[in-house]
């Protein structure tokens, strides 16, 4: 259960990560941009509309007092008549007088009417009262020094704003230009001056905008047309400028801000990727820069085109060479092979520092061949860090895209393809050579199996899904039962029924077979116990101890508890060990073999001939069987001459050693019949009997008492 936790906290932890890094891939800073240059136009266009709206509002209330009074002339006229028009004369008025069809009746003044007339059409008056009905329409013709009225249809004029503030600042400027120490005056000075837009006192700038406003006359008849000014004070424009300067100020200030966001959220952007694209402890990429800059490159085309491969180039013993130095030490080491590898790197290929001594790598390849070369390369450069040290590297690689190798580029994972060159890279562990490995399938599929089984091991354990059964030993002379061997078997809810060479060199590499070696002893004493009370003719049923376990300094001891607890008698327990157990701890060994002998257990040194030379053990240690291995009667070998007196050259070193001889997976009776010529005490072999489970077991046992008792009889009634 403890190891299932952890296995899911892991794969959290990556999952952690990967969103992480997801995150991180999804720049969010340019969405910033689009937002400021929105705001910005926003900000542009509301200001522009609302100093349009205050320019207009001024002017338009500038022009309603120059229409009232036009009005207010026409309707002197119409009732004065001539008398009227003689005292606009004497009062130096501009006016023409004109009929419905344009005849001139009479005129004053320089008429300076310009070419761009029509109706005006009062936009102020519905925008502040919006309900309110018809526009004030005025009709308008503009003056020809100063033409700041635009034809806007064939009958309507309309501000031209450009010309206005042409004639702001031209005429703001020269004023100031000719007297510098303006100040606004009491009184705005009448204006005698008609050519002139701008009229100068000394104390005041008054800018006057002339246009020329029609009024009817006459009941219509006749129409009044009278040159009037619309009069701007300085300290009037002082107030527009401060307004409009004002709103320009609030405006600028959010662009600003906008402007500040945008550059900070790209600066965050490249700071927060200087941190997770760092490595801390080289300095260089780091392995979430190799995830997100592989993947890209790995999607782009250029990896549809082009064959590319994950390496993870590892920095063998690197824990050892800290330990031995420092880490400081081991640290600069791992910068410096960092740096090197990175000189390495052609032009979309990755390089980056993953943990301890790992780095990984995308590399581009035209062959296999050529691949495993430039790393060997790679190795020897980096190995030329550290001359006083001999520096050991394994690459491990993992093919990922190009010809004959069809993977999805928008699939296309990284993190995946780094973990198979990991896997490859794995293949070379346990060795202190410098080497390359290619990734293979089969590797992954037996790595994934060897995690699930530590993982399913212990709730196994606890379930009793493993299941003891027993082979029987027979004697080749007589064909009588000798003993047994007791073997493990995983009876799995999820696996079904798996044999004992899917699990038993992973628990070896694990260390849970010390645990499945209690198991064993425990189980099978516990049956012969429950067999001898039923009264069963038992045999000594042989249990197989792992290397592993010998380490352990109290063995003998353990095993004695755990079947006297039992109450089982020793001799009914045989341990077998393995040939390769003897090259461990010898000294050790010694100890334990003498001390369960002293138990009363027998031991026996299993596959014997099976690849280690161990006569010198069988010197050594007081054994009590030879099991010889299955290879002997396996094969072409098995049947010749030379075979056969290796064989027999075996079972006689064992009898003048005073060791009983198994002969283990003996198949066919000339076997049986050479073993029984030669003197080997005990056959275990499917010719006999394959591995069983108990309740078989038993019957073979009761069928052996059976007939022993039957030969027996048939003995007593021979001598008889
Ligand atoms: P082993 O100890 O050498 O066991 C003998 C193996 O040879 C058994 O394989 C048995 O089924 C097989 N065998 C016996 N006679 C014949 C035959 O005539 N022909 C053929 N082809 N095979 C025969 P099994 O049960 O698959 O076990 C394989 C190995 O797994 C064992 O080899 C032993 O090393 C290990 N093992 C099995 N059970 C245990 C256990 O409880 N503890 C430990 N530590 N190891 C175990
Ligand atoms: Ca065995
Ligand atoms: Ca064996």
Known sequence: ????????????????????????????????????????????????????????????????????????????????????????????????????????????????????????????????????????RISLYSDQSSPFLRQFSADTVCFDYSAICNIFFHEIASAVRTNPQMLPAEEVPEAEDDTGDVVESPEELVLRMPLWIAADANGGTERLLLRSEMTFRLSDLIMLVFLLGSLLVVFLVIIGFMLFDTISSFADQARISRIYFTDFTTKGRSRMWYLFRGEQVLRSRYAGKNRLAAVNLRFVRYQGFCVCHSLAEGERLLAEIHRRLDQQMHKREVCAHMTDGDFAMLLHYDTEEALAERLQNMIGMLQQIETEHSLAFHAGVAPVSGTGIRKSRKKADIELEFTHAGNACATLDGSDESGVAFFDQKLVDEQKWVDTVTEYQRRALENEEFLVYYQPKYDPQTSQLRGAEALIRWQ?????????????????????????????????????????????????VSVNVSRAHFIENNLAEQICDMVDAAGTPHRFIEIELTESAFFDDKKAMIRTITKLKEYGFAVSMDDFGSGYSSLNSLKDMPLDVLKLDAEFFRGEAADTNRGEIVVSEA??????????????????????????????????????????????????????????????????????
């Open 651 to 720: 079972i006689r070193l064992a009898k003048s050693l005073h060791m009983r001889t198994v002969a283990e997976g003996v198949e066919v009776k000339e076997q049986v019949d050479f073993l029984a010529s030669q003197g080997c005490d005990m056959i275990q072999g499917y010719y006999f009997a394959k591995p069983m489970p108990g309740n078989e077991y038993e019957q073979r046992m009761e069928s052996n008492a059976q007939e022993q008792t039957g030969a027996l009889q048939e003995a007593v009634a021979v001598q008889e």
């Open 1 to 136: 259960m403890k190891e299932r936790g952890g296995a899911m906290s892991e794969e959290t932890n990556r999952m952690k990560k990967r969103k992480k890094y997801l995150k991180l891939r999804k720049n969010h800073a340019w969405v910033s941009i689009p937002v400021f240059l929105i705001t910005s136009a926003w900000c542009a266009m509301v200001f522009l509309g609302l100093a349009g709206l205050v320019l207009q509002l001024s002017l338009e209330t500038r022009l309603d007092s120059a229409a009232d009074y036009a009005a207010s002339l026409a309707g002197m006229y119409e009732t004065g008549g001539g008398e009227m028009l003689e005292m606009f004369d004497a009062q130096h008025l501009t006016y023409r007088l004109e009929q419905e069809d344009g005849k001139v009746l009479r005129q004053n003044g320089v008429i300076s009417i310009g070419s761009q007339k029509g109706y005006y059409e009062r936009v102020s008056e519905n925008l502040v009262t919006p309900v309110s009905l018809g526009r004030t």
């Open 492 to 540: 799995s809810p999820e696996f079904g029924f798996v044999p004992p060479g899917r699990f038993i060199p992973i628990f070896e590499k694990n260390g849970f077979i010390t645990e499945i070696d209690h198991y064993m002893i425990q189980h099978v004493a516990e049956d012969q116990r429950r067999w001898l009370d039923a009264g069963f003719s038992c045999v000594p």
